[in-house]
């Protein structure tokens, strides 16, 4: 007797037992087992590494938003406030006009730089 035949007759005892359930599943044949199906070795995972990265990309948006809102809150009405009474009106005319009296553009000098290929020589 060989090995599968006691498998099998071990097989069909346990079939008696259980009432016929493991002749369903095929147990007591002498036929291979079939080998593992597609889906289940690399559709499944495939499916699962999607859903499982869907819901950490979603986390990590959620928190990246909500980072994003708190940076870029609404302003009370105290504060707007504030910054109104900051913000002093300039007048282009009148800042030129208070340049062109700290400059005196009558008296000036030209003054050369030093270049680069020169050496410290005094500027003359």
Same mark, same amino acid.
């Given at each position: 007797?060989?090995?599968?035949?006691?498998?099998?007759?071990?097989?069909?005892?346990?079939?008696?037992?259980?009432?016929?359930?493991?002749?369903?599943?095929?147990?007591?044949?002498?036929?291979?087992?079939?080998?593992? $199906?597609?889906?289940? #070795?690399?559709?499944?995972?495939?499916?699962?590494?999607?859903?499982?990265?869907?819901?950490?990309?979603?986390?990590?948006?959620?928190?990246?938003?909500?980072?994003?809102?708190?940076?870029?809150?609404?302003?009370?009405? *105290? /504060?707007?406030?504030?910054?109104?009474?900051? #913000?002093?009106?300039?007048?282009?005319?009148? *800042?030129?006009?208070?340049?062109? /009296?700290?400059?005196?553009?009558?008296?000036?000098? $030209?003054?050369?730089?030093?270049?680069?290929? /020169? *050496?410290?020589?005094?500027?003359?």
């Amino acid at each position: 007797m060989t090995f599968m035949d006691t498998i099998c007759d071990s097989s069909i005892a346990m079939a008696d037992r259980l009432g016929g359930a493991a002749l369903v599943l095929g147990v007591h044949s002498n036929k291979p087992l079939p080998k593992m $199906n597609g889906f289940l #070795k690399v559709g499944l995972p495939m499916i699962l590494f999607l859903v499982a990265g869907s819901y950490g990309l979603t986390q990590f948006t959620s928190i990246r938003i909500k980072k994003r809102d708190e940076k870029n809150r609404m302003l009370t009405a *105290e /504060e707007t406030l504030s910054f109104q009474k900051a #913000k002093k009106v300039v007048v282009v005319e009148e *800042e030129y006009e208070q340049l062109m /009296e700290s400059l005196d553009i009558n008296n000036w000098e $030209n003054k050369r730089g030093p270049r680069p290929w /020169e *050496e410290n020589i005094s500027n003359k």
